[in-house]
């Protein structure tokens, strides 16, 4: 599965962005999708996913400000982000695999997009 994000860039603290992620490729063997991102110095940590049937799963620092959702005719994945924080500057990395125990096991990454809050 071959997966290309876009959407990323600067944003002042409280302001909103969206990231978009395609898949292409051998997709029949996904049923999940979702984000992942890495600030400077820092793991990689989950973000956020939506499985095929739409249920979702959100780290704790992004709920109820981000919502993750699914085009499946599209085959693309959402990432809207509002009030946005220092704290969420980050590389974001889409990714898709298998929705395992409520949450994405991821198996193909995405290049990142970069997103800064900075005012």
Request: positive net charge; proline residues 3%; hydrophobic residues 35%.
């Amino acid at each position: 599965v071959q997966l290309q994000a876009s959407g990323g860039g600067l944003v002042q603290p409280g302001g909103s962005l969206r990231l978009s992620c395609a898949a292409s490729g051998s997709i029949f063997s996904i049923n999940a999708m979702g984000w992942y991102r890495q600030a400077p110095g820092k793991q990689r940590e989950f973000v956020a996913a939506v499985s095929s049937g739409g249920r979702t799963k959100y780290a704790d620092s992004v709920k109820g400000r981000f919502t993750v959702s699914r085009a499946n005719a599209k085959n693309t994945v959402y990432l809207q982000m509002n009030s946005l924080k220092f704290e969420d500057t980050a590389v974001y990395y889409c990714n898709a695999g298998r929705w395992v125990s409520g949450t994405i096991d991821p198996d193909s990454w995405g290049q990142g997009t970069q997103l800064t809050v900075s005012s």
